[in-house]
């Protein structure tokens, strides 16, 4: 199944009742966040708005269920994609004799005959070309009140080395600074960063490329963890079962897809000194602060005469954003499982640990040590070195099953010998480490332990000893057990006092009956919901360093702070974001607006519950403390 653009794509979903057209004008500035956020969160469908003030309609939710992102990709369920990978994988790789490399040059031919094609003459999406290019003809959304503007959030970035010819297909956002300029947020982990970096050593202009919408199934293969030799168009052909055309570009050499919706042609100038970019409402469900970036100059821009502009939000989880991320555990589990740890028979990544922070896998296990195993192989592994918490479980435990996953862990963990606590690279989107993209992870061999492993006595980095008293005081808001699911969790809401609070010291202040042995005691802000694991979840792997903020108690329990670390002794080194949601202002807008947009009952805004955790400032926390120990 492929598309041939958006709006074919749109009328697809329409066709099947899972597209709701909104024909009254909405603003692209906060107005359609609002309402897209309502939506994802309730389970309902795509949304097309129709009027944008803007010659384009625009597109979000696009992808939002299982259904609809089996469809972009081509496919009629998520597992019927991975299941072919697999097969794919398997097929062609192990041969060692003469005979058995023969034998799968059929396999390996068919993906051959996958690679893009290029073409002459001019594709469907150069039907129009403004050749005095400008940004604000797109309906480009301003997502979160404290945004430094409006930014391009489905992007497809395309690249090209120097020196080797490859190219790439990268997402990375663009905050639109004028009308022919955006900033190019690639981070440091990135191919196009790196290509970026060989363009500089040359003292050359750069190409760059952006497409917007096409196939669906494009704007999934640039978010995929592909290696940097493999073409994202192949594999959106292997997903698509149809070979990808290219057009070249108008004003730079670059090749994109001829059915593209919209096609930003430009250049990064190296030599050029870098921007600010920053601050943006980020799929951490945190603000991803200012800082400085290369900047695309804008030479051409040309779409589609039925163009639809792609747009998606992302913010506190779950998002649009969630979707794609649970193709990818189906896609990418084959070779993980294949090339890092054949143990493995299960991979999930909850949504509400945003992808790399928090992973669960099942293993098959054979011999002592092989959860640690597991676990060391995984943080060394591609993207997956960007994992903050991982958790192994025996097989027979279902990677999804969380109260499962919270018995396994319980039950088989001894927080002295089954949690491996190391350093390494984290996404330079996470807030909570001492350092810039580097700091703390967790592993937690929760696997069912063979005697082997009860009888010798096993060395990892320790967890903070805490000894100290201090006194709680008035800290402790609200206390909150997990005894219906039989689980020993305590979690507490806590209100640091104005002169800050040391949570080592809090930690070894709290009642005797709270700190059992064996017991996991988890801190959160005052205004978190105790109650709701997704976000307690979200909180403790977004908020928490864990060579920082776990603390092995005395008594033989396990402390973790999972607040924000803005009045925190000693002081935290860096600026702290402040949680992504509407302001009032949104809120009561699309409230009274409702009626207007005709998509059914009102739906109650999401960011009503997470207004309690914003703290006094915009983007960052202000800072109202200073002391260090």
């Known amino acids: 199944m492929s598309f041939n653009g958006l709006a074919q794509y749109a009328s697809y979903l329409d066709d099947r009742g899972d597209l709701t057209r909104v024909r009254c004008r909405v603003s692209p500035l906060l107005e359609i966040t609002e309402i897209a956020d309502r939506l994802v969160k309730s389970g309902g469908k ?90 604000d003809i797109l309906p480009v959304l301003k997502c979160w009140p404290h945004d430094a503007g409006r930014f391009i959030t489905l992007p497809l970035v395309h690249t090209r080395h120097p020196e080797t010819g490859k190219t790439n297909l990268g997402m990375y956002r663009m905050q639109v600074m004028g009308k022919d300029v955006t900033g190019m947020h690639w981070h440091r982990h990135k191919t196009g960063a790196r290509h970026f970096e060989a363009w500089k050593r040359r003292g050359e202009r750069m190409p760059v490329t952006v497409t917007l919408g096409g196939d669906p199934v494009y704007t999934y293969a640039a978010t995929a963890p592909l290696p940097e030799d493999i073409s994202e168009y192949l594999l959106a052909a292997f997903l698509r079962r149809r070979r990808v055309t290219l057009v070249r570009c108008l004003t730079n050499d670059l090749w994109v897809p001829s059915d593209s919706d919209i096609v930003i042609e430009g250049y990064v100038d190296p030599a050029e000194p870098l921007v600010t970019e920053g601050p943006f409402g980020d799929h951490t469900g945190f603000y991803s602060l ?197 689980l020993p969790v305590a979690v507490l809401t806590i209100k640091k006092p104005p002169q800050g609070l040391d949570m080592r010291h809090f930690a070894t202040s709290l009642p005797a009956p709270l700190t059992m042995p064996g017991t996991v005691i988890v801190a959160l802000d005052e205004g978190a919901d105790a109650d709701d694991p997704g976000m307690i979840t979200w909180l403790i792997t977004g908020n928490s360093d864990p060579s920082r903020d776990l603390y092995r108690l005395d008594s033989g329990a396990l402390f973790i702070d999972a607040t924000a ?50 703290r006094p400032g915009t983007a960052s926390v202000e800072r109202v403390n200073s002391t260090t120990r």
């Open 46 to 135: 795509a949304l097309l708005f129709e009027d944008t003030g803007t010659a384009f309609p625009l597109l979000i939710n696009a992808f939002a269920s299982d259904r609809r992102m089996a469809a972009a990709i081509g496919r009629s369920s998520l597992d019927d994609a991975g299941d072919e990978i697999f097969s794919l994988i398997e097929s062609v790789s192990g041969a060692r004799s003469l005979s058995g490399k023969l034998s799968k040059l059929p396999r390996m031919m068919q993906l051959l005959r996958l690679a893009p094609v290029r073409k002459g003459g001019r594709g469907e999406c150069q039907e129009v070309v403004e050749t005095a290019p400008d940004l």
């Open 290 to 486: 200012s800082d400085l970036y290369p900047r695309l100059h804008v030479t051409c821009i040309t779409h589609r005469r039925n163009a639809v502009y792609p747009a998606t939000v992302v913010g506190v989880p779950p998002m649009e954003d969630a979707w794609m991320g649970k193709a990818t555990e189906k896609i990418f589990f084959a070779p993980i499982k294949l090339a890092i740890a054949p143990e493995i028979r299960e991979l999930h990544m909850p949504v509400a640990g945003v992808a790399h922070n928090l992973v669960i896998v099942s293993i098959e296990k054979r011999y002592p040590g092989q959860g640690l195993k597991v676990l060391s192989a995984l943080f060394g592994a591609g993207q997956m070195m960007l994992s903050k918490y991982i958790i192994v479980v025996s097989n027979g435990v279902s990677v999804t099953d969380y109260l499962a996953v919270a018995e396994a862990l319980f039950g088989n963990v001894r927080f002295e010998t089954d949690l491996l606590l190391t350093r390494g690279p984290l996404d330079v989107l996470d807030h909570s480490s001492d350092s810039f993209s580097m700091g703390g992870k967790l592993g937690i061999d929760a696997t069912v332990k063979l005697p082997e492993e009860r009888t010798g006595e096993y060395h990892s980095l320790p967890l903070f000893p805490l000894t100290d008293d201090a006194v709680t005081g008035d800290i402790i808001t609200g206390i909150r057990t997990m005894a219906e699911q039989s």
């Open 565 to 614: 670390k803005t009045l925190s002794l000693p002081a935290f080194p860096r600026e702290w974001p402040n949680v992504v949601c509407s302001d009032r202002e949104t809120i009561e807008l699309v409230d009274r607006r409702w009626p207007e947009y005709d998509i059914g009952d009102r739906i109650t805004s999401p960011s009503l519950k997470l207004l309690p955790l914003v």
